[in-house]
Structure formats: C-alpha cells, structure tokens
C-alpha cells in the first residue's frame, strides 16, 4: 500500500512540473525546506524529467543555501541532467553542505574553497554564491557545460582547472560509466569495481595540490575532495599546503578503499584532527576511524 502511494506521488510530481505554473509553486513551496526534506525530494524526485519533456521552454530552478538564492538552469537542450542537478544542489552530500553552511556563518568562513573531484561544479556554485572565491579542479569535460551554464545564469564567473589531482605530475587515465560521470576515477581499483561496460576513458592531465600554492588567493581555505579513491594520492602531494595554508579539508574516505590507516597517520603529522560532517563535531579516535563505516569527514587543524 505504501509503495502504491509512492508511486503516485512520483507521477502525480512529474506531472505537475512539467506545467510552468504548477512547478513554480512547487518550487517556491520547497525553496526553504529542512535539510531531511531536500535529501529526500532528491532521492525522491531527481529523475522525473529522464527522456525530456516536448515543447519545453528553458526555465530556472531557485534553491535557496544559507540564505542566499542560488538559480539552477533548466534548458531544453539537456533537461534531464539539468533537473538532476537541480534537485542535488541542495537535496545530494547534506552533510557536506550542513558543513559548508556551518562554516559559513562561523569565524573559520572560507575566502577561498578548492573543489577537487568538482564533477558538475554544485559545491562550487554554493560556495561562490556566498562570494568564496572557489577553484574547480574537474578532468572531465563533459562535466565543465552545465558548470559554466549555471555559473552564467548566477552572474558568476568561475576558475576552471581541468586537470586530475594526484601524487605526481603528468598524464593519467580517468574513468567513468557513461551515464554517471560522478564516479570518475584515476584509481585503477576503483575503476574496476565499476565494471566495464559502457565504460568510458580518456587521458587527462595530472598536477598536485601543492604545484597550484603560488597561484591561490590569499585569506582562509576550505579544501573539499571527493576523488573516488585518490584522497590519499591527492594529499600525499599537499605538504605544502597543508602547511602554509592551514585548509580546513572536507573529504570523503570509504572503509573498502583500505587506506584509512595512511590517511589517519598523515593528516596526524600534518596537525590535523579528524570528525565525522557536518561540522563541528568531537575528533574521532584513529580506532573510530579507521573502522567506521561513515565516509564524510572534516579535518581540522589543532
């Protein structure tokens, strides 16, 4: 009976936002949602336009984050992936933006937030919405259109680095379905987890963290980095600047990947503790961390 009523509402939504009258007073009804309605509006909602709508007439989605209005494009030309960002903006990684919002209205408030594995630049699109000057590090082309499109229709201007962050310079090859950019990976183990159908691969660019040190804006940093099993690669090579900038470091950690012990043990000796998001929280235990099956962590340093 439940799964009845479920589906109904899925289709009675997708129903009412493809009408532009009705979808603007949904939009305008959920703007202000608590975060447990988002996440569940995105799980709920976030492909009720699959395979496009005819006739539709580009339109913009308004979330709203940390009391600013933040305006998510809706084109014709790819309304499906449009609609999906849309409903992630503020409904996907909750405890990750509950952390950016923290941090916002706290005296750690970021001027500058480095987003590694930046996919389709929403994290980006926040930050900059609250003026943070933000540097998207993206390999995959493919994701860079929406970004700059939203991007646009927020008046805002981004920096685009399209290169992969790992240990070293030089050249790698990033992977990922074709359907679900998001998982993107240089991480050969990762990669074949997924799978190899319809797989797609291409060669990128490689930098570290800390080759980009000289380039920065000045002020306080909030590094986010969800690289799909490079984090540890990623900060290997970030000495540097984990030294001289002090980032606050939001960051992604799954218990398969194995490398929570070398993880642990590097961000202790460059004087970091760690928590669970959304941020402030009480530093883990390495034992808590190492075995936890949470995945969203803040580093902090003492």
Known sequence: MLELAKTGMRRGFRAAIRLRPLRKAINHATIDMPWQIRRKLHSGFSFSLDGGVPGWKDDIW???FAGKTVIAPLRASDLAMDWTCAMALVGHDVKEKQTYAALLASEYRPDVFLDVGGNYGLHSLLMMTHGVKAVYFEPNSSCHG???AAAAVNGLTPRVEPVALGAEGGT????????????GSINDAVVNALGREN???????????????EDLPPGKMLL????????????????????????????ESHIASGERQA???LLDRA??????????????????????????FVGVPR
């Open 172 to 183: 790698i090859t990033l992977s990922y379905p074709k359907t679900e950019t998001w998982l």
């Open 271 to 296: 004087g970091y503790d760690v928590m669970f998001q959304p941020w402030p929280q009480a530093a883990l235990s390495v034992a808590d961390f190492e075995t936890t099956g949470e995945y969203n």
């Open 224 to 251: 986010k980095i969800d690289a799909e099993g490079s984090e540890l690669a990623i900060l290997s090579s970030a000495g540097r600047l984990l030294a001289e900038r002090r980032p606050i470091i939001a960051f």
């Open 199 to 213: 797989m797609v691969s291409e060669v990128v660019p490689m930098r570290t963290l800390d080759s980009y040190v």
């Open 263 to 265: 993880l642990r043990a």
């Open 62 to 64: 308004r979330v709203r």
């Open 146 to 148: 929406y970004f700059a």
